[in-house]
């Protein structure tokens, strides 16, 4: 039923399509930010709730709710033509449970469209795979059934914490069996002359179970998706301001060149990174409208699941190293790479067996408490790369440095190392 050919070594050799598909996909998360625990603190009591729900009130105020009532707006106005998807870490399920339950009523109205796909990814937004293939399958089953339980869907796309993606996470994921594609990030050095606009196979076109052909990959189209999560309030881009119009022109140009255009961004771009009074909610709502008038109406908006089984792959991407969408590196240098990152990690996962031995032993709430300082918020905030410059890093840091967040975290880990003892 695909669209597409069978695979290929280039997609030149591809039959030129004459539909763009725009593929919706959001990220939505939040950590549990930690309280300020100096070295005299010894109770365990790790996170700042009263700030955690602070925030997540407030970016459901601005993002959250507004941006999902419109979503279920343009479904309902088009007849379910404009679909869109979403990875929601279970840390942020855990707040929103808590806090702003209309955002989880919102997204199960969502769920009930049958226009929206809801993807896997590790439950507490975590770098596990690095560190702990065993952890790394825990979160992802804890992930796959709180979505279920909340929105009445098993998901069968996987993406990783912050599109990290290798070799050896496609293979994996082919071998846990439950997904048919992994969602990462279109890099140019990697992808050579091809486009990010296609479907992809891992390096050696790992078999899945999940669909009897091999896993898939799909990929961000990152310049299109920069230029709304990143520069569509700069008044300086060239090429503002940026239209509904405009942008459906320039998703209908990778036809030729492509048949998909992966839009991959933090949902927070919405009312949140891009405010209310920049027009991204009228660009929202306008662009779907003019997606499909363009092109004599070929265009269309499918979810991941619907890619796959439109498209066909067109080659392999090979990824030897780990790559993200983070940064400019597109590296993990994001999280890892300078001594107090990478001393911070190696602690945190030298704790895991001891932790879970003393959650066997009877201590209810420390895997929970050790699972919610794996989020990878906590090592981003001791990023130290552009601090003085005053980079997004340090826009979303709550210390004063990243000194002080690693100063921070490692006081809570001697906390939790002190209880695993007994």
């Known amino acids: 039923m695909g669209r597409c050919p069978g695979l290929l070594e280039s997609p030149a ?34 996170f700042d709730n009263e700030a955690n729900e602070s925030i997540c009130r407030k970016v459901a105020e601005k993002c959250y709710i507004p941006a999902t009532r419109r979503i279920l707006d343009l479904i309902k106005r088009h007849e379910g033509r404009f679909r869109v998807s979403y990875s929601i870490s279970g840390v942020a399920l855990e707040q929103f449970e808590a806090w702003t339950p209309e955002v989880i009523e919102l997204f199960q109205e969502c769920a009930q469209t049958g226009a929206v796909e809801f993807i896997a990814e590790t439950s507490h937004h975590s770098l596990s795979f690095l560190f702990s293939k065993e952890e790394f399958q825990a979160q992802v089953a804890e992930q796959e059934a709180r979505v ?36 990462c990030e279109g890099i140019d050095s990697i992808l050579g002359f091809r486009s990010p606009n296609y479907v992809y196979v891992p390096q050696g076109g790992p078999e899945t179970p999940a669909n009897d052909g091999p896993m898939r990959l799909l990929l961000k189209n990152y310049q299109l ?17 940026l239209t509904a119009e405009k942008f459906a022109k320039w998703v209908d140009q990778i036809n030729g060149d492509g048949y998909i255009c992966n839009l991959f961004m933090d949902y927070e771009t919405l009312g949140e990174h891009q405010w209310e009074d920049t027009g991204i909610f009228e660009f929202l709502d306008a662009l779907p409208e003019k997606v499909f008038d363009i092109n004599a109406g070929h265009n269309d908006f499918l979810t991941p699941s619907q890619v796959l089984d439109t498209y066909e792959p067109v080659g392999q991407y090979d990824v030897p190293e780990f790559r993200s969408w983070a ?17 911070a990690a190696t602690e945190l996962y030298k704790l895991e067996g ?21 989020t990878s918020d906590h090592l981003y905030y001791m990023c130290t790369k552009y601090w003085a410059d005053g980079d997004v890093h340090k826009y979303f840091s709550p210390y004063d440095s ?19 003892r007994g």
């Open 354 to 374: 001891p932790v879970k031995d003393a959650h066997a032993r009877g201590d209810e709430y420390i895997l929970e408490d050790w699972r919610k300082l794996t």
């Open 402 to 420: 990243p000194y002080d967040g690693y100063i921070n975290f490692m006081n809570v880990l001697d906390n939790v190392r002190l209880r695993a």
């Open 327 to 343: 940064d400019t590196e597109r590296d993990l240098s994001a999280w890892l790479g300078n001594p107090i990152q990478d001393n």
């Open 13 to 46: 050799a591809v039959i030129l399509s004459t539909v763009s598909s725009v593929c919706f996909y959001f990220q939505v998360h939040q950590p549990f930010r930690i309280r300020r625990y100096s070295v005299f603190d010894n109770d365990p009591f790790y």
């Open 148 to 183: 279920e339980r909340l929105f009445g869907v098993r998901p069968s796309i996987f993406r990783n914490t912050e599109l990290i993606y290798n070799n050896d996470v496609g293979r994996y994921v082919a071998e846990m069996g439950r997904h048919r594609a992994v969602l």
């Open 225 to 241: 998706s920069d230029d709304v999560a990143f520069r569509f309030s700069n008044r300086a881009w060239k090429e503002w301001p």
